[in-house]
């Protein structure tokens, strides 16, 4: 099940900015190796868990291995996910629903109304798109498939 996490620094893997103290979405079935660091942790990261030769980063976290373990016992109550996306991630246009797999999101940062969303596609290919949601309706349509949650 995706959960979002609190991260402060990332070593190697996607292209990817993070800003320390900042809020994102991760998909814990793509942690490899965690250890305590402090209060929090530390752990590996695959971007494409099927292969362990993908690319990966270590993530540094406020959460704790056993909050990331117990996100990770939890199950997805729907195998899709439905997202407003905006094409070619233009936000003038109108966006525009797309059905994907919730193991295939791989990430997601928020950015100024609306959120950016890397996905797996196999063979070490990712995917971003942007989306029409916040990084809380993102969790609320992989968990129950709906969402009274908007960007205001």
Same mark, same amino acid.
């Given at each position: 099940? *995706?959960?979002?996490?609190?991260?402060?620094?990332?070593?190697?893997?996607?292209?990817?900015?993070?800003?320390?103290?900042?809020?994102?979405?991760?998909?814990?079935?793509?942690?490899?190796?965690?250890?305590?660091?402090?209060?929090?942790?530390?752990?590996?990261?695959?971007?494409?868990?099927?292969?362990?030769?993908?690319?990966?980063?270590?993530?540094?976290?406020?959460?704790?291995?056993?909050?990331?373990?117990?996100?990770?016992?939890?199950?997805?109550?729907?195998?899709?996910?439905?997202?407003?996306?905006?094409?070619?991630?233009?936000?003038?246009?109108?966006?525009?629903?797309?059905?994907?797999?919730?193991?295939?999101?791989?990430?997601?940062?928020?950015?100024?109304?609306?959120?950016?969303?890397?996905?797996?596609?196999?063979?070490?290919?990712?995917?971003?798109? *942007?989306?029409?949601?916040?990084?809380?309706?993102?969790?609320?349509?992989?968990?129950?498939?709906?969402?009274?949650?908007?960007?205001?």
């Amino acid at each position: 099940m *995706l959960t979002k996490v609190v991260l402060s620094s990332k070593v190697g893997g996607l292209h990817v900015e993070i800003t320390d103290g900042d809020s994102y979405i991760i998909n814990p079935n793509r942690i490899k190796d965690a250890y305590v660091s402090g209060t929090g942790s530390v752990f590996k990261y695959m971007f494409d868990p099927e292969s362990d030769k993908g690319e990966y980063c270590f993530f540094t976290s406020t959460e704790s291995v056993a909050s990331l373990v117990s996100a990770s016992d939890d199950a997805a109550n729907s195998s899709f996910v439905a997202l407003n996306v905006f094409e070619d991630g233009d936000t003038s246009d109108v966006p525009v629903f797309h059905y994907y797999r919730v193991e295939d999101i791989a990430f997601a940062a928020a950015s100024t109304n609306s959120s950016w969303v890397w996905l797996s596609q196999g063979g070490n290919r990712m995917k971003k798109i *942007l989306v029409y949601h916040d990084l809380d309706a993102i969790l609320n349509l992989a968990d129950t498939g709906t969402t009274t949650q908007w960007l205001s």
